[in-house]
């Protein structure tokens, strides 16, 4: 396992949240990203989540609502890495995974192209 400071995990998931294409980036509507050190007690091994409704679920009702909020958790993120470099790639995966729950891509077709 890799030691990560909290501060330096937080630039790495904005760092790839600054990745994302922008065609994609400007269609990302009312979320908040956040970093969280351990996820829920009953599932210690998670390394994000998406908790919100999906682009593809919104109807025209949809309005005055609090953001959806995407988690990453740094303590288990590197719990599973070895070098500065894992955390990199994972951090970036677990983005792109949580963000693509956003616009309604579901955990069967993100394994599918690797970012599961």
Known sequence: MI?????NFEALVSDALD???????????????FVEDDPPPGDPELLG?????????RGHEYGGVLPDRITIYRNPTLAICDTYGDVLDEVNITVVHEIAHHFGIDDARLHELGYG
Do not use: H, K, W
């Open 3 to 7: 030691e990560i400071s909290r501060a």
């Open 19 to 33: 990745e994302i294409p922008e065609e994609l980036a400007l269609l990302i509507e009312n979320v908040a990203v």
């Open 49 to 57: 989540i998406y908790e919100g409704i999906p682009l593809t679920e």
